[in-house]
């Protein structure tokens, strides 16, 4: 028996909870309900709440106020009805933020999230407590169809590891996350073998991370012959696994994966259950659109925050592309699914040095940190150099071009060259993805996963 995992879960975790307001056993009691209501009953529920939500804003919200203008929320009646609404882009919650924030709310008292964006373009946004209450029960929900629990271990594998966290922070997860760290900007295999050495020290019994980032270390235990690495569940976010590496990934693991699916401006939108038939929605508190999709053709992810009112997200385009999945799910739940999730793209970077990095990481810690960055992309063209892309917003200056020297200098070795090229926009793929990192080189040593 893990003690560890006992005592968290039981006394550090409640404990946590209730000093910081975010404990709600009923909450968690109707969601763990709610999963399980007809498909009908959940739409008629979300289509309430999103006139609710619309009434709400047309009092309190200054940019709604004023895209909505003339609107009669009770004329909002089905989801074609919603659909007609205006979308939110990106470029609003970059440009637009002083509006988006309701009156009556304050940033200074609500959940501050700052992403690069799947898109590459950095954006803030807020949650009000309510909403920061309803997200961190549904992430728990989900968390629990994988089969992690509060207090478990877990090796996760993200890049920005070394960020600095508030004093109440430090302690929860000193207390309860009990977690590892894979600081996937180090992707050499000295550091991998170190890492393979603490996860047998540690013994998680959960992994969590970067879906390529997850692939890589697969691939490293399988050509390096190591066989004796085991978790009961894994987590895999921020990005696509294609079939091919989610069969490589289960064909070590076992058939433990459970792909997920969200953004930081609304958090979790949807997981995998243990029927791995799709990826299930937060329903509850996330109303997904996927316009211009269906089952077999990939539409625009388009989604609508149910709870929060301090800054409230509407019809907002992630920049995503997904597909919708057909009939009932056999595990029961009447949650709405969505099929594949496309879009977001990042390849493995090399440093002049051979060390593997990844580019998910790289976005994690590049774009949200550099000032007056809009919109970037890394294209590698060479061993020792990259084309850094940037589209320049306003504050881009003196500042950002040593920032950006510096974070090269920092991530990829003194070795590396760069070039920066200002372009007015960004364009995707043939595909529809942005890939945020571009890999035009062969693997320094002839193999791996470039």
Not at 65 to 81: H, K, N, S, Y
Not at 294 to 300: L, M, Q, R, S, V
Not at 366 to 385: M, N
Request: charged content about 30%; aromatic content about 8%.
């Amino acid at each position: 028996m893990d003690i560890g995992a006992a005592l968290a879960r039981r006394i550090f975790d409640p404990i946590y909870e209730r000093r910081w307001g975010l404990y709600d056993a009923a909450l968690k009691q109707a969601v763990s309900e709610s999963q399980y209501d007809s498909p009908d009953q959940i739409l008629d529920q979300q289509l309430s709440q999103f006139r609710g939500l619309v009434a709400d804003v047309l009092r309190i919200n200054p940019l709604y106020r004023e895209r909505f203008a003339g609107l009669d929320p009770d004329t909002l009646r089905t989801p074609e009805d919603f659909a007609r609404l205006p979308m939110l882009q990106k470029e609003d919650l970059r440009e637009r933020v002083d509006d988006l924030i309701s009156e009556g709310h304050f940033r200074e008292r609500m959940f501050h999230k700052r992403t690069g964006g799947s898109t590459g373009v950095p954006v803030h946004v807020w949650w009000d407590h309510p909403s920061h209450v309803f997200k961190r029960a549904i992430v728990r929900r989900h968390d629990s169809w994988a089969g992690m629990r509060p207090g478990d271990k877990v090796a996760a594998l993200w890049g920005d590891t070394e960020k600095a966290y508030p004093l109440k922070e430090r302690i929860y997860k000193a207390l309860c996350e009990r977690t590892i760290y894979l600081d996937t900007l180090q992707m050499d295999d000295a550091y991998l073998a170190a890492f393979v050495e603490r996860m047998r020290a540690f013994k998680p019994r959960m992994m969590m991370g970067h879906a390529h980032s997850l692939h890589f270390l697969t691939r490293f235990l399988v050509e390096k012959g190591i066989d004796d690495l085991r978790v009961e569940g894994i987590i895999s976010t921020a990005e696509t696994l294609v079939p091919a590496e989610r069969a490589e990934i289960e064909g070590y693991f076992g058939k433990v994966l459970f792909d997920r699916y969200g953004c930081e401006e609304v958090s979790l939108i949807a997981s995998e259950c243990e029927a791995h038939d799709g990826l299930h929605t937060s329903a509850e508190g996330l109303y997904v659109e996927v316009v211009g999709g269906d089952a077999t053709t990939p539409g625009k992810v388009v989604v609508t925050d149910l709870i929060n009112r301090g800054m409230p997200i509407i019809r907002y385009e992630v920049g995503d592309l997904a597909t919708l999945a057909d009939g009932v799910c056999a595990c029961g739940r009447g949650l709405p699914r969505l099929g594949r999730v496309f879009g977001r793209s990042t390849d493995i970077l090399y440093a002049p040095d051979g060390r593997k990095i990844s580019g998910v990481s790289i976005l994690d810690t590049f774009v949200i940190h550099i000032p007056g960055v809009k919109q970037a992309q890394i294209v590698q063209d060479r061993l020792d150099r990259v084309i850094l892309r940037v589209v320049r917003a306003p504050g881009f200056g003196d500042a950002s071009v040593q920032g950006i020297a510096r974070t090269i200098a920092d991530i990829f070795g003194e070795r590396m060259q760069h070039d920066l090229e200002y372009v007015d926009a960004i364009e995707p793929t043939r595909r529809g993805k942005f890939q945020f990192t571009i890999c035009e080189i062969d693997p320094p040593d002839g193999g791996g996963d470039g």
